[in-house]
Structure formats: C-alpha cells, structure tokens
C-alpha cells in the first residue's frame, strides 16, 4: 500500500493534520528507522509499509516556511529513496523508477537516487537512459568506482544495441532491395523464341 492509499484511508490526512509539525516529524522519522531494521532484516515488504506510513506523515507537513521546507523536502527525499530501495529488491523496477522521479524532482542532483534510477533501467534493458544517469551521477561523485564500472557496462551495452540496431536497418533495406529486384525479374516478359515449323513428313 503506498502512501496515497494510506492517506484516503486515514480521510486526507485525518488524525495526522492536526498534529503538530514536531511531531509529525518525529514520527516519520521514527517509521523510517523501523523500515530500515525491517529491510536489513529482509523483511522487504513490512519495510515498504513503514516507510509509505512515513510519507504519509511529511506529505501531511505544512510547508509555509523555508525552514520546514527544507527539513521536510531531505525527510521525504530519503523515505522515497528507500523505497526506490525497496522494489529494486523485490524487483518492481517501475515503482523504483516512480520512486526516484520523485525525488530527483525534489533533489535533482541526488546521486543516489540517479544510481538507482540507472539500476532500475539496465534491469529492464534501457542502457542508453541508465548511462545517462550514471554519467550525471559520475560528475556529482567522480571517485565513485561503483558507478564508474557500471557506466562503463551500459555505456557498452548501449552501443551493442545501437550496432545490433544498425545492422538490422541495414539489412532491412537489402532485404526490400533483393525482393524489389526479384520482382521486377518476374515481371519482365520472356524472351520470345520463334516457333519451329514442324516438316511434313512421308510416308
């Protein structure tokens, strides 16, 4: 159950709203560190329900002041990261993926959130968008030789698919070539042979 579903059954927020910020925090904060006993422990899916439980506090936040802002935008960028965490290992790659989108919306230099995103996307085959985002997340932290190697890995990847993608174009085209050519063979007319007259013959 995400965070969204938690909130409606809760009616938009209901006891949590009128909590103060405080202790909204504490408790989010409180959720996620029982998510991360629970995901070291490999219990994947209990750690999901901690931490869309914490999210739903801080999407609950007030944010009218910088301050608070600020505090609950690092709060939400690390539940969200997470859960980026979280369906990578139960392997959703696309709720990793809606997951990093959205905190890279709110920190969009955040490497980690890049990496996972790049993890997500070689896991499903999508080398040229993971190699983006190692590459940015390279920049950010160029002693990274984690990401470094698996930029190297997609990087190659990527262009064995653009090859691969080339050679089958071109292949194409001398495919449609060889038929086009076949075609208009058949459609010439034969050469005409002139007809031997048969001799009448005696008996």
């Known amino acids: 159950m ?17 909590m103060p910020l ?31 439980t914490a999210l739903m506090y801080l999407h609950s936040t007030p944010d009218d002041k910088d301050a608070q ?42 490497p980690k959130g890049l990496y996972r995103r790049a993890k997500a996307y070689s896991t499903q085959g999508s080398w040229a968008a993971a190699a983006d985002d190692l590459a940015v997340s390279l920049e950010i932290d160029p002693a990274n030789r984690e990401v470094r190697r698996e930029l190297a890995v997609c990087q190659r990847r990527a262009d064995e698919m653009t090859a691969a993608r080339k050679r089958k174009i071109a292949q194409g085209f001398f ?29």
């Not at 989010?28 to 219990?43: I, P, S, V, Y």
């Not at 034969?190 to 009448?200: G, L």
């Open 2 to 18: 995400d965070s969204s579903s938690l909130l409606q059954m809760i009616g938009g927020g209901g006891a949590a709203s009128g």
């Open 22 to 52: 405080e202790e909204k925090m504490e408790k989010a904060m409180k959720l996620k560190e029982k998510g991360n006993e629970q995901f070291r422990a490999n219990e994947v899916k209990q750690a999901l329900v901690s931490y869309n």
């Open 69 to 110: 802002r600020e505090d609950v935008k690092k709060a939400k960028v690390l539940v969200e990261l997470n859960l980026a965490a979280c369906h990578l290992k139960l392997g959703d790659t696309h709720k990793a993926i809606v997951h990093c989108d959205k905190l890279l919306k709110l920190e969009p230099k955040n």
């Open 175 to 203: 495919a449609a070539a060889t038929d086009a050519d076949d075609k208009q063979k058949k459609e010439e007319p034969a050469p005409q042979t002139e007809e031997k007259k048969e001799e009448p013959k005696t008996e």
